[in-house]
C-alpha cells in the first residue's frame, strides 16, 4: 500500500468524504503545495532514529527532524515531563509574572554557556531568538547613550528565520524575493562559499579568512560609531551548511571588539551539542555578545527560542526605576511551561547519556562517511564539521534546484530516508544518537538514490 493510498484510507469517512480538502486546505510552509499534493510524503509518528507513516513504513531521519531532534524522538522522558506539566500547568503569563521551571531553565542554560552569559530571554522560535537578539542590540546602545549606532550587518546566503528583522539581516535571495520591504542600514558581509579553493574540504576549510576584510572597509565606509551589531551564523546551516574557514570567525570577533560592534551569534542550527559542545561559541572559543538558540534547546518537542545575554548588555537596561519595564518586547508564549518542562528533561538526557561527548566521538567517522560519496554521479562538493554535512549537486540545465529536489522525494519514497534539501545541497544533520551502521545505512541509501535519480 503507497503512503498515499494509507492515509486516504485513514480519512476516509462521512466527515472526510471529500477527501482532496483533506490536504487541500493547509497551505504548507517553504514547500512546492502543488507537487506534494500530487504525491504526499506523510509521516504519522516517530521513534529514536526513525519517523513512520500511516502504513507503518520506517523512514531514517537524516535530519533530525528539521536541525532539532538532537536526542532522538519520543524519548520517554522528554514525553513524561510534558505530559506531567500539562497536567500541573498548563500556560502561565510572562509579562510581571513567573513559573518555577521558566527560572530553572534560565539558570541551568546559564551554566552551560560561555563565561559572562548569566541571562536569559525567551521566545517560541529561532525566527523570534533572532528578532529579540536584534532588537535588544539596537536597544542597547540607546540605552548606553550612542543612538546613532543603527547599522545591522550580516552575510550573504545566512539564514535567521524567516521575521522581518531576520529576513533582513539575511542573505538568501529566494527568503526576500518575494517581499519588498526590509530594516533599513542593514548590510552584508560575502559569503565564504568558494568551490574553487575549498571543495572537498574535511572540517573547516583552509581559505576564507582574508573575507573578514570586508568587515574592516564596511566600518571604514560607514564609521563604527554607526554600526551596532554584526550577526552570522557560526556555521551556516539552512543555506547549505558553510563550515567558516580556519581562523575566519575569530577575525570576525577582533573586528568588532576593536570597533565597539556587538557580536550575534545565531545558534539556532549549532547549539546543543551540534558540534560535540554546548554551543560552536565553545568549540571555536570565542565568546560573542548575544547567542541565539531554539530547535535542539527541548530536542524539537515545543516550540521555543531563547536569548542567551551577556551580562554587560542585561545591566544596561537595569539603571531604571524599581518598578518601570526595562525592555518592551516579549510574546505571550515566553518561556512556556511545557516548553520549559520539555527542555529541562532533554538538557538532563542530554547530559545523562552524554549526548554532545558522544557527537564529538563520532565526528570523525560522520567525515568519513559523507565523503566516501565524492565521485558519486553530479556530486561537484562536500562538506562537513560535527554532526553536520553537506552534498553539493551539479544543478540542471536551466532548472536550479530540481536535481536536490528530485533526489529529496526519491529518498523518502524508494529509500525510506528522509533528507533535507536547500538549492542543490542535500543538507545533513541526524539526531545525535545515531550508531555507526545507522550512519552506513544513511551513506548508502543517499548514495543509492543519487545514482538512480536525475
Given amino acids: 500500500m503507497s503512503v498515499f493510498s494509507s492515509f486516504k484510507k485513514a480519512f476516509k469517512s462521512s466527515e472526510t468524504a471529500n477527501f482532496p480538502n483533506d490536504l487541500e486546505s493547509l497551505w504548507m510552509p517553504f514547500s512546492a503545495n502543488k507537487d506534494f499534493k500530487k504525491k504526499p510524503r506523510l509521516i504519522s509518528k516517530a521513534k529514536g532514529m526513525y519517523y513512520y507513516t500511516p ?28 505530559k506531567n506539566q500539562a497536567g500541573e500547568l498548563d500556560f502561565a503569563p510572562a509579562f510581571n509574572m513567573g513559573h518555577p521551571k521558566s527560572f530553572q531553565l534560565s539558570s541551568k542554560l546559564c551554566q552551560m554557556a560561555p563565561e559572562g552569559f548569566n541571562h536569559v530571554f525567551f521566545g517560541n522560535s529561532g525566527s523570534e531568538a533572532v528578532e529579540s537578539a536584534l532588537k535588544i542590540a539596537l536597544s542597547y546602545w540607546r540605552e548606553k547613550g550612542k543612538e546613532k549606532k543603527r547599522i545591522l550587518i550580516g552575510r550573504n546566503r545566512g539564514y535567521h528565520g524567516t521575521n522581518f528583522g531576520g529576513v533582513s539581516v539575511g542573505g538568501i535571495e529566494k527568503n526576500r524575493s518575494q517581499f519588498n520591504k526590509f530594516l533599513p542600514e542593514v548590510y552584508h558581509l560575502k559569503d565564504t562559499h568558494n568551490l574553487e579553493k575549498n571543495a572537498f574540504s574535511k572540517g573547516q576549510p583552509n581559505w576564507g579568512e582574508e573575507l573578514t576584510n570586508e568587515l574592516d572597509q564596511m566600518i571604514q565606509n560607514h564609521g563604527s560609531d554607526n554600526i551596532a551589531a554584526v550577526i552570522v551564523e557560526p556555521v551556516a546551516g539552512s543555506t547549505g551548511v558553510l563550515i567558516p574557514p580556519k581562523n575566519y570567525l575569530n577575525k570576525l570577533k577582533k573586528i568588532c571588539v576593536s570597533n565597539d560592534i556587538l557580536l550575534i551569534f545565531d545558534e539556532v542550527i549549532t547549539g546543543f551539542g551540534r558540534l560535540g559542545k554546548s554551543f560552536a561559541s ?22 521555543m527560542g531563547a536569548v542567551l545575554v551577556q551580562d554587560k548588555i542585561f545591566e544596561a537596561f537595569m539603571n531604571k526605576d524599581d518598578k518601570t519595564i526595562d525592555l518592551f518586547h516579549g510574546y505571550t508564549y515566553s518561556a512556556h511551561p511545557l516548553a520549559c518542562a520539555a527542555s529541562l528533561a532533554a538538557l538532563k538526557l542530554y547530559e545523562d547519556e552524554n549526548l554532545f561527548e558522544r557527537a564529538n566521538e563520532l565526528s570523525k567517522y560522520w567525515e568519513e562517511a559523507v565523503h566516501s560519496l565524492k565521485g558519486t554521479r553530479n556530486v561537484i562538493d562536500i562538506r562537513n564539521l560535527g554532526l553536520i554535512g553537506a552534498i553539493e549537486l551539479d544543478p540542471m540545465d536551466g532548472k536550479p534546484t530540481r536535481r536536490a529536489y528530485n533526489v529529496l522525494c526519491e529518498a523518502f519514497e524508494n529509500q525510506k530516508t528522509l533528507l533535507r534539501v536547500t538549492g542543490d545541497i542535500i543538507a545533513l544533520s541526524p539526531p545525535l544518537i545515531i550508531e555507526k551502521n545507522q550512519i552506513d545505512q544513511l551513506i548508502e541509501n543517499i548514495k543509492i538514490t543519487l545514482q538512480q535519480t536525475n
Fill in 55 to 82: 502504513s507503518g513504513e520506517k523512514i531514517l531521519d537524516g535530519v533530525a527532524g528539521l536541525w532539532c531532534c538532537n536526542a532522538g524522538h519520543n524519548r520517554d522522558p522528554i514525553v513524561e515531563a510534558i
Fill in 282 to 303: 565553545q568549540y571555536f572559543d570565542i565568546t560573542p555578545d548575544l547567542i541565539c538558540l531554539a530547535k535542539g534547546i527541548n530536542s524539537g518537542t515545543v516550540p
